[in-house]
């Protein structure tokens, strides 16, 4: 089928999909990106959602393979920020327009950990009610699986939205890139009990993983829909040198323009197959290319997420190599975002929760 009957179609299939996601030469990947600009300013509009992202622990009790905090590596500076440094970037954001804030952190599934983002929750949305803040600020969740009653418990203490991504929807490559004690199917259990704990559910892959073929990349997207996520950040597959990974480098730069190109095309994909849901330009993308976020929402994004970590442990977060900003203030992190969405045109949403109309259209 030709390019042209398959973007005027009104729903695209797995197929399609597949067919898209081949694309290589510039004219034919130029109209899918306008087919998913045009349908994002249809079902989202024009509007870019800043998410402030605090990542308040690198302190994970999990080893997935590619990451670079994961708990076996040596490496790095272990930290936990205090309540009150936590509580500052969030006053910070508040104050300077953002409507929401993303708490991030490695997996830990004890009390400790869960109360203390219990009371930073409730600490956080009862100081930053305001005028132009009725509710204070949204909060986004990002801290791995959890039990049900966890789940609950946090969000009941405040936070609504929750990130969870499955990486990779195929179920052998999962287990390639995880050690036996983290499986799929709990994976998969963890994303229907957040939506069964009331959030707003967001999931996503890594484009690029070894192994990983434009079928399981289409088949991702599948999962998306079935799953019925209401947010979506999917960024490419980099390498951190402390990984098993590392002895793939020469090999992994070759591709990096082909894993870049994949990445913008999944989030065109994603906007012309789901349409109405949240999807973010992630910082990954600037990490393979200077101008990757700004491209992000060229194909189709509408979230952005500008790192608020207080910049002495910045460094010590780095999930994969050459992650931008780390050595910047928020404040630098703001100008530099404000620029980089005003430099494409696009309106910012300040004081705006902006959550997905795909999940506003069921309640
Ligand atoms: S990807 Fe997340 S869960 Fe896995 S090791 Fe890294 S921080 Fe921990």
Same mark, same amino acid.
């Given at each position: 089928?030709?390019?042209?009957?398959?973007?005027?179609?009104?729903?695209?299939?797995?197929?399609?999909?597949?067919?898209?996601?081949?694309?290589?030469?510039?004219?034919?990947?130029?109209?899918?990106?306008?087919?998913?600009?045009?349908?994002?300013?249809?079902?989202?509009?024009?509007?870019?959602?800043?998410?402030?992202?605090?990542?308040?622990?690198?302190?994970?009790?999990?080893?997935?393979?590619?990451?670079?905090?994961?708990?076996?590596?040596?490496?790095?500076?272990?930290?936990?920020?205090?309540?009150?440094?936590?509580?500052?970037?969030?006053?910070?954001?508040?104050?300077?327009?953002?409507?929401?804030?993303?708490?991030?952190?490695?997996?830990?599934?004890?009390?400790?950990?869960?109360?203390?983002?219990?009371?930073?929750?409730?600490?956080?949305?009862?100081?930053?009610? #305001?005028?132009?803040?009725?509710?204070?600020?949204?909060?986004?969740?990002?801290?791995?699986?959890?039990?049900?009653?966890?789940?609950?418990?946090?969000?009941?203490?405040? &936070?609504?939205?929750?990130?969870?991504?499955?990486?990779?929807?195929?179920?052998?490559?999962?287990?390639?890139?995880?050690?036996?004690?983290?499986?799929?199917?709990?994976?998969?259990?963890?994303?229907?009990?957040?939506?069964? &704990?009331?959030?707003?559910?967001?999931?996503?892959?890594?484009?690029?993983? /070894?192994?990983?073929?434009?079928?399981?990349?289409?088949?991702?997207?599948?999962?998306?829909?079935?799953?019925?996520?209401?947010?979506?950040?999917?960024?490419?597959?980099?390498?951190?040198?402390?990984?098993?990974?590392?002895?793939?480098?020469?090999?992994?730069?070759?591709?990096?323009?082909?894993?870049?190109?994949?990445?913008?095309?999944?989030?065109?994909?994603?906007?012309?197959?789901?349409?109405?849901?949240?999807?973010?330009?992630?910082? &990954?993308?600037?990490?393979?290319? /200077?101008?990757?976020?700004?491209?992000?929402?060229?194909?189709?994004?509408?979230?952005?997420?500008?790192?608020?970590?207080?910049?002495?442990?910045?460094?010590?977060?780095?999930?994969?190599?050459?992650?931008?900003?780390?050595?910047?203030?928020?404040?630098?992190?703001?100008?530099?975002?404000?620029?980089?969405?005003? #430099?494409?045109?696009?309106?910012? &949403?300040?004081?705006?929760?902006?959550?997905? /109309?795909?999940?506003?259209?069921?309640?």
């Amino acid at each position: 089928m030709n390019l042209n009957n398959i973007l005027n179609k009104e729903k695209i299939n797995k197929d399609d999909i597949c067919i898209l996601l081949n694309l290589k030469d510039y004219e034919s990947i130029e109209k899918v990106r306008l087919k998913a600009y045009n349908l994002m300013l249809k079902y989202v509009g024009e509007k870019v959602y800043l998410r402030g992202l605090i990542e308040f622990s690198n302190i994970c009790v999990n080893d997935c393979f590619y990451c670079g905090i994961r708990k076996s590596n040596n490496n790095i500076k272990r930290y936990t920020l205090t309540n009150e440094e936590i509580l500052e970037s969030a006053l910070w954001a508040a104050e300077n327009g953002y409507g929401s804030i993303v708490l991030q952190s490695g997996e830990r599934n004890d009390e400790q950990f869960i109360n203390k983002l219990v009371d930073i929750i409730k600490e956080i949305k009862d100081k930053t009610i #305001s005028d132009t803040l009725p509710n204070g600020l949204g909060i986004t969740l990002c801290i791995g699986e959890q039990s049900y009653k966890t789940y609950r418990k946090l969000f009941e203490a405040g &936070a609504h939205r929750y990130l969870l991504r499955i990486e990779t929807t195929n179920p052998e490559l999962f287990k390639k890139i995880h050690p036996p004690k983290q499986t799929y199917e709990r994976r998969v259990e963890c994303l229907h009990l957040i939506k069964e &704990a009331g959030f707003q559910l967001g999931t996503g892959v890594m484009i690029g993983i /070894p192994g990983q073929t434009i079928e399981d990349l289409a088949n991702d997207l599948e999962f998306f829909r079935i799953i019925d996520a209401d947010m979506i950040g999917m960024g490419p597959f980099i390498i951190h040198s402390d990984t098993i990974y590392q002895k793939m480098y020469d090999t992994y730069d070759i591709e990096k323009r082909r894993i870049y190109e994949l990445s913008l095309l999944m989030i065109a994909c994603a906007r012309i197959y789901l349409k109405d849901v949240n999807i973010a330009s992630t910082t &990954a993308l600037q990490a393979m290319y /200077p101008v990757g976020r700004e491209m992000g929402l060229l194909f189709g994004a509408n979230v952005i997420m500008p790192l608020l970590t207080p910049t002495y442990v910045r460094s010590q977060y780095q999930l994969y190599n050459g992650k931008p900003c780390i050595d910047e203030f928020s404040s630098e992190c703001y100008d530099c975002i404000i620029n980089r969405i005003k #430099s494409i045109n696009r309106p910012i &949403a300040y004081n705006e929760w902006g959550d997905s /109309p795909h999940f506003n259209k069921k309640r």
